[in-house]
């Protein structure tokens, strides 16, 4: 019998191993999983680029539009944080992913925008609202959340979304009015503010440059914030920016939360 324990030359054991590797492990090609691999690959590459630690940077998978058995094949893949943009659709998906929130496997964050007379159906189903951007609704839902007994460890996080464009069409504090915002929210029990939410400029061609910009705005309100020392501000760490096509940018800029869809289950249809 040929001593088995000396590799051949011919054939050195991690390519048996390689060859022997069954074809099942391959997530199908155009698969939730396939499209994960390649959007972590992403992040992780755009981190070490920016010399950053991968570690800091996490995905939070954009489900809008898709079904709840989509959303289970994309944490069947590990995904641990999910944002909805709708309440209705948020309510819709809550049973399917339940389980997982309450078992502290699954964060869903509300990445919308929210009306007011949708604060209850959040405050059941969602762990973190990502979109506040007025003192009415943060006190609003910090009323709501002492009536409810949700203060201290059971509070709600919340982010301040921040326009940083401009654009009338988006929804946001504007950037010199976010740190007294941001200070003010920090102040109110029911609330823990963990940091900031921006959508990007458009990015067509060129307008790479204004893109960053506005990511180092964000940055530049986070590190205000934090530096301001106001109660309740020492959590708002989080930079939760940068989607399918500007991650790099964002993670360039600092992003420790990216919010990615079109990568992860392809293209949306038209609304
Ligand atoms: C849809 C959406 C995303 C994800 O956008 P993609 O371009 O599909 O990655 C991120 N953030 C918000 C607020 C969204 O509405």
């Known amino acids: 019998m040929p001593d088995?324990?000396?590799?051949?030359?011919?054939?050195?054991?991690?390519?048996?191993r390689a060859a022997a590797a069954p074809a099942a492990a391959q997530p199908a090609p155009g698969s939730v999983a396939e499209r994960l691999a390649v959007v972590r690959g992403r992040i992780a590459?755009?981190?070490?680029?920016?010399?950053?630690?991968?570690g800091e940077v996490r995905l939070l998978v954009a489900t809008k539009t898709q079904t709840p058995d989509a959303v289970l094949e994309a944490l069947a893949q590990g995904v641990d944080l999910i944002?909805?943009?709708?309440?209705?659709?948020?309510?819709?998906?809550?049973?399917?992913?339940?389980?997982r929130v309450a078992d502290g496997s699954l964060e869903v964050h509300m990445i919308g925008h929210l009306?007011?007379?949708?604060?209850?159906?959040?405050?059941?189903?969602?762990?973190?609202?990502?979109?506040?951007?007025?003192?009415?609704?943060?006190?609003?839902?910090?009323?709501?959340?002492?009536?409810?007994?949700?203060?201290?460890?059971?509070?709600?996080?919340?982010?301040?979304?921040?326009?940083v464009t401009g654009e009338v069409s988006k929804s946001g504090v504007?950037?010199?009015?976010?740190?007294?915002?941001?200070?003010?929210?920090?102040?109110?029990?029911?609330l823990r503010l963990t940091g900031f939410m921006t959508i990007g400029a458009r990015l067509d061609g060129s307008a790479g440059e204004t893109v960053r910009a506005g990511f180092a705005r964000l940055r530049a309100v986070r590190d205000?914030?934090?530096?301001?020392?106001?109660?309740?501000?020492?959590?708002?760490?989080?930079l939760s920016m940068g989607m399918t096509g500007d991650l790099e940018l964002a993670i360039t800029e600092g992003a420790t939360i990216v919010r990615v869809g079109t990568?992860?289950?392809?293209?949306?249809?038209?609304?």
Not at 142 to 161: F, K, W, Y
Not at 263 to 271: D, E, L
């Open 83 to 99: 944002g909805e943009n709708r309440v209705q659709e948020l309510v819709a998906k809550a049973p399917a992913v339940a389980g």
């Open 4 to 16: 088995q324990s000396q590799p051949s030359a011919a054939q050195p054991p991690t390519a048996d």
């Open 224 to 238: 205000d914030v934090l530096a301001s020392g106001a109660p309740g501000t020492g959590s708002a760490t989080e």
């Open 174 to 190: 504007g950037p010199d009015d976010a740190v007294a915002l941001a200070t003010a929210v920090a102040a109110l029990p029911g």
């Open 115 to 163: 009306q007011r007379n949708k604060i209850n159906q959040v405050l059941a189903t969602a762990t973190c609202l990502e979109t506040l951007d007025s003192l009415d609704l943060a006190q609003a839902i910090s009323d709501r959340c002492v009536r409810d007994g949700r203060t201290g460890d059971r509070a709600l996080e919340v982010m301040v979304q921040v326009n």
């Open 45 to 54: 590459a755009a981190a070490v680029a920016a010399g950053r630690d991968p």
């Open 263 to 271: 990568a992860v289950f392809g293209p949306r249809p038209a609304p």
